[in-house]
């Protein structure tokens, strides 16, 4: 595709359920982060993949937070058991590789947790 | 980037006129700067960057300036229109380590 694409675009969840939220970065972009940003904060960082593989998970809040990209591509951020601070725009970038490249977001996710 | 101090948090200023932002960082290593623009509901947008081996970097009414000694990297906004309204976010990896992004400013030009 041409951008970030994430899905779905608003998710609206009761506090304890399970969520999951889908990246589709751009095609050839090696490097995929996960970001958290609350109301009129920047983005915080969550997670990086390079590839399949997850090199850092050092900014995801808790264990309920767990994030896969099982073939290098899409990947899926999931939330166990909703609390209401998780609400939240969660927000996908990549990038062709690394940190030092430029990052290019997808549209987000606005949780709501009820 | 371990730390990210962004200045300042809301910015007025007259259609026409310029606006800076400032943004200074701790780690030395630091070596990619870029700027990213949100618009309310949108996704940040990189409009500009720079590398630490370059000093000013410009792209029509949009300039950023790195000064490496005192730690600090500025965006300027020339000839501001209203479109240009928006939260402007920096952001300092050092390398390797994720991200990490400003508080932002949040720009208004007013016509």
């Known amino acids: 595709g041409a951008g970030v694409s994430q899905s779905p675009r608003y998710k609206v969840a009761k506090r304890g359920q399970d969520v999951a939220l889908r990246c589709d970065p751009i095609?050839?972009?090696?490097?995929l982060f996960w970001y958290q940003q609350a109301l009129g904060q920047g983005p915080e960082f969550l997670t990086y993949?390079?590839?399949?593989?997850?090199?850092?998970k050092s900014g995801l809040p808790s264990d309920r937070f767990f994030a896969e990209r099982p073939e290098g591509s899409v990947s899926t951020l999931k939330i166990q058991r909703t609390q209401q601070e998780d609400s939240a725009v969660y927000l996908c970038?990549?990038?062709?590789?690394?940190?030092?490249?430029?990052?290019?977001f997808g549209d987000g996710t606005r949780l709501s947790i009820l | 980037g371990e730390n990210v101090e962004q200045h300042p948090s809301t910015l007025s200023v007259q259609e026409g006129d310029s606006a800076v932002i400032k943004c200074t960082y701790s780690d030395s290593a630091s070596n990619y700067f870029p700027w990213y623009k949100q618009e309310l509901g949108k996704r940040p947008q990189l409009i500009i960057d720079?590398?630490?081996?370059?000093g000013e970097k410009k792209d029509q009414r949009i300039a950023v300036t790195l000064n490496k000694t005192a730690k600090h990297f500025s965006l300027h906004i020339t000839e501001t229109q209203p479109e240009d309204s928006a939260v402007y976010f920096c952001a300092d990896p050092s390398g390797n380590t994720p991200l990490v992004f400003g508080k932002g400013t949040r720009l208004s030009v007013i016509a």
């Open positions: 720079i590398r630490s081996n370059v």
């Open positions: 993949f390079q590839n399949e593989a997850q090199l850092d």
């Open positions: 095609s050839g972009h090696v490097s």
């Open positions: 970038a990549s990038s062709l590789a690394g940190f030092d490249q430029p990052q290019h």
